[in-house]
């Protein structure tokens, strides 16, 4: 469906996505694996230092992680490029991403609670961050009869957007476009007894002053709003790759116990935090997390 407010088509917006298309398709051309090591290659050794993703993720570090080794902050940088290459290739190339995100490990001490709650008709909210694979979850949710509503934000280009909905329809639905229709189609799917599935590690003007890293972070408080309004369990996952680079580790935490939005909250990011520490090539260290603060 249409976003007018995001979705641009025309001759120009066309011929702009000419060469998107042809390079998904060259990627699509090779082996699945040799596709992301290309992919996460062209990322990190020519993309990020052209336009100075480096930069962002060095400034970044230097804010939260002021004593990081020197010596690793080059490598890190790599991964980081290499892991949002590669999720950017696997929401293109859906048959091997599903192929492998179907084979993925799911626990957790969560894992339980989830899958009872699913089976019960009880409302999840899933939260988690632009860490890993967050899509893997639902492939792995649907493939066991749940469906999982998300929100995406369309693309600019409209061509390009038809093709990225289009996959993601592959991957689980339902999807339902930012905005306040698209809100709406997601706390209806939610009131109902399904699961949603948000990302809540991006600086909001509208979110509350929380901690993340150490440092202030504007951080909406929705989804938790939404789990008190709801009677819906609050749930944050992880979709962690694996040494192999394809494969992944689904990882389910607790239910976060329901008090206010802010405390609530705030454990979310206390959660990410503890997931960026362990694996920091694997979070997406190029985002302004910490503007406006």
């Known amino acids: 469906m249409a976003t007018p407010e995001f979705e641009r088509g025309g001759v120009v917006n066309f011929l702009i996505d000419l060469p998107i298309r042809a390079l998904f398709a060259l990627f699509r051309l090779l082996p699945y694996r040799m596709g992301l090591r290309f992919a996460g290659f062209v990322a990190a050794r020519i993309l990020a230092p052209l336009f100075g993703i480096n930069r962002r993720i060095r400034a970044n570090l230097a804010l939260v992680w002021p004593d990081y080794p020197t010596e690793k902050i080059l490598p890190l940088c790599h991964e980081v490029t290499v892991n949002s290459a590669r999720l950017m290739l696997e929401s293109f190339n859906i048959r091997g991403f599903l192929r492998h995100a179907r084979r993925s490990t799911l626990g957790g001490e969560g894992k339980e609670d989830l899958l ?65 229709k698209g809100t709406k189609g997601l706390l209806t799917h939610l009131r109902k007894g399904g699961a949603i599935a948000l990302l809540n590690d991006q600086a909001s003007y509208e979110g509350e002053v929380l901690e993340f890293l150490g440092k202030p972070a504007l951080t909406m408080t929705s989804a938790a709003e939404f789990a008190l309004k709801y009677q819906a369990l609050l749930v944050p996952y992880y979709g962690i790759r694996q040494d192999n680079g394809v494969d992944f580790d689904v990882l389910i935490e607790p239910p976060i116990p329901h008090s206010d939005p802010v405390t609530m909250t705030q454990a979310l990011n206390a959660s990410l935090e503890k997931r960026v520490r362990e694996n920091p090539g694997q979070w997406f260290w190029m985002h302004r997390r910490w503007k406006g603060v």
């Open 116 to 180: 009872n709650a699913l089976a019960n008709g009880t409302p999840v909210v899933l939260v988690s961050g632009h860490f890993g694979n967050y899509q893997a979850l639902r492939v792995l949710l649907a493939d066991l009869g749940h469906a999982t509503a998300a929100i995406y934000r369309p693309m600019n280009n409209a061509f390009t957007n038809t093709r990225y909905i289009d996959n993601m329809n592959l991957i689980a639905r339902p999807n339902f476009a930012r905005g306040m």
